[in-house]
């Protein structure tokens, strides 16, 4: 009687460890797009700082 309930914990622990490996899998890398395209955008704005200061000691 005790064995069924832990053979069926242990096949559904291991379809839990998947599906968990999985959902982290996902969610790390829609963390490493969002770390990237945020980065981006502050190299955009740095790119953009660095041409708005050129062209103020251009105009200096």
Sequence with gaps: MEE???R???SNHGD???GCHAGLISIIAF????KQSVE???H???VNENSNSIKTNKRN
């Design 4 to 6: 069924r309930p832990i």
């Design 40 to 42: 981006e955008k502050e």
């Design 31 to 34: 963390i490493v797009i969002v």
């Design 8 to 10: 069926h914990s242990q």
């Design 44 to 46: 955009l704005v740095r």
């Design 16 to 18: 839990c460890i998947a």
